[in-house]
């Protein structure tokens, strides 16, 4: 058999989404990526399809690995093999593949993040050199209409403006600047802001996403109850020790994916 590795841009949009969801069978998270969502992840996570690669065997296409990039720092933004190649090695070699073209693009990082409980994932990137950085948490906050709340409608930049002055740590590269700014540039995003504490966040027909948001613990339960007064909040890779994780602890939020986020310097 003949494995051969290509650029991901060669494959129509469409098809790349279906070999997504095609590598990521049996995962411990099950999900589907259709043509509309990996556009998405394309505008606003800066993924490069020219540095992402494929792999193909005899000519068939059973494996990705996608690589975003900005500046000098870049993210996996999932790689998996299809059933039909797995346990030929090809997971690896994707990885190293992408992460040399991060290098020659001028990466001097590389940023992942591993679900919980994937020990054969987490081996190949220890293998590769990855190290822990933090635990980052997806949680969920059930809606709650006679809720408290009471935190004020605000600006988007004046928001923004008082989430970094209370950043101590970097944002997690899908909710950081450089996104909220890719997300601001193709849709609406809404802003609260009271109590010492800002958010932005992101309006989608199944609940109110958290992009970024910047308090203590107190003022993120009031900006949180005051967000799920009017449906179900969540947010993507909340870090464990930050503020509002505890407010999502304290209001009954859920964890619903608890991962490792990983660097491997360049």
Same mark, same amino acid.
């Given at each position: 058999?003949?494995?051969?590795?290509?650029?991901?841009?060669?494959? $129509?949009?469409?098809?790349?989404?279906?070999?997504?969801?095609?590598?990521?069978?049996?995962?411990?998270?099950?999900?589907? *990526?259709?043509?509309?969502?990996?556009?998405?992840?394309?505008?606003?996570?800066?993924?490069?399809?020219?540095?992402?690669?494929?792999?193909?065997?005899?000519?068939?296409?059973?494996?990705?690995? =996608?690589?975003?990039?900005?500046?000098?720092?870049?993210?996996?933004?999932? *790689?998996?093999?299809?059933?039909?190649?797995?346990?030929?090695?090809?997971?690896?070699?994707?990885?190293?593949?992408?992460?040399? &073209?991060?290098?020659? @693009?001028?990466?001097?990082?590389? &940023?992942?993040?591993?679900?919980?409980? =994937?020990?054969?994932?987490?081996?190949?990137?220890?293998?590769? #050199?990855?190290?822990?950085?933090?635990?980052?948490?997806?949680?969920?906050?059930?809606?709650?209409?006679?809720?408290?709340?009471?935190?004020?409608?605000?600006?988007?930049?004046?928001?923004?403006?008082? *989430?970094?002055?209370?950043?101590?740590?970097d944002e997690p590269w899908q909710?950081?600047?450089?996104?909220?700014?890719?997300?601001?540039?193709?849709?609406?995003? @809404?802003?609260?802001?009271?109590?010492?504490?800002?958010?932005?966040?992101?309006?989608?027909?199944v609940a109110t996403s958290v992009?970024? *948001?910047?308090?203590?613990?107190?003022?993120?339960?009031?900006?949180?109850e005051t967000l799920r007064r009017? #449906?179900?909040? =969540?947010?993507? =890779?909340?870090?464990?020790?930050?503020?509002?994780? $505890?407010?999502?602890?304290?209001?009954?939020?859920?964890?619903?994916?608890?991962?490792?986020?990983?660097?491997?310097?360049?």
């Amino acid at each position: 058999m003949s494995l051969e590795f290509r650029p991901a841009a060669e494959l $129509e949009l469409g098809r790349l989404a279906g070999l997504f969801t095609a590598a990521y069978e049996g995962y411990l998270v099950p999900f589907a *990526i259709d043509e509309q969502t990996l556009r998405f992840m394309v505008d606003v996570y800066d993924l490069d399809l020219d540095a992402s690669r494929i792999a193909l065997l005899d000519g068939v296409p059973v494996g990705l690995a =996608n690589v975003a990039l900005r500046g000098d720092r870049a993210w996996i933004g999932g *790689i998996g093999v299809t059933p039909f190649g797995r346990r030929r090695g090809i997971g690896e070699r994707l990885m190293r593949q992408v992460v040399d &073209q991060a290098r020659d @693009r001028g990466a001097r990082v590389v &940023q992942l993040e591993v679900i919980e409980g =994937n020990e054969p994932a987490l081996a190949l990137y220890e293998k590769l #050199g990855f190290e822990h950085v933090r635990h980052v948490d997806v949680w969920i906050l059930d809606a709650d209409p006679d809720g408290a709340g009471g935190a004020a409608e605000t600006e988007v930049d004046a928001a923004h403006e008082r *989430i970094r002055s209370l950043r101590h740590a970097d944002e997690p590269w899908q909710r950081d600047d450089a996104t909220v700014a890719r997300l601001r540039a193709i849709e609406p995003l @809404r802003a609260l802001g009271d109590y010492g504490g800002a958010a932005i966040v992101r309006p989608t027909p199944v609940a109110t996403s958290v992009i970024q *948001i910047g308090a203590d613990e107190a003022a993120a339960r009031v900006l949180l109850e005051t967000l799920r007064r009017e #449906g179900s909040v =969540n947010v993507l =890779n909340l870090p464990d020790d930050e503020p509002a994780a $505890e407010a999502f602890r304290a209001l009954g939020g859920r964890v619903a994916v608890r991962q490792r986020e990983l660097a491997l310097s360049l």
